[in-house]
């Protein structure tokens, strides 16, 4: 079980896993060792609710295909133990910001008082401007 939140969890069987060789720098080892992880998962599929599948679905991250699977590539570490951690937490985070619901904003409008500052700061500064001016004698 990969435990989202309090209410969320996956099971083993909707995530599936598979390792590939990682790319960049490494020398022989890169060639040789299949330490990144690709993991696929696939939302219409999964047991999560349809109101938290919709959200995955309509969010904007370009790691979800058109299929509508969550697609991931975990290479930043070199052991594949340490890839495969980083990947499930890279998924947990995808889901727990999509699935959350953003507060509404309330509009708000400045007080009587803040108004009324910015006034007599105007109008002080006006004053100050307008002592520069030249003399009359």
Sequence with gaps: ??????????????????????????????????????LRFDINASSLNDTQKQRLLDSKDSRVTKEGVFVLKAQQFRTQERNKIDAFERLKAFIVQSTQVAKARRPTKPSMNAKRKRVDQKTQRGKTKALRGKVDY
């Excluded at 995530?15 to 690709?38: D, Y």
Aim: aromatic residues 2%.
């Design 1 to 38: 079980m990969i435990f989202i939140s309090n209410n969320i969890s996956l099971s083993d069987s909707e995530v599936e896993i598979s390792a590939i060789r990682a790319q960049g720098a490494g020398g022989q080892n890169v060639n040789k060792v299949s330490s990144a992880i690709h």
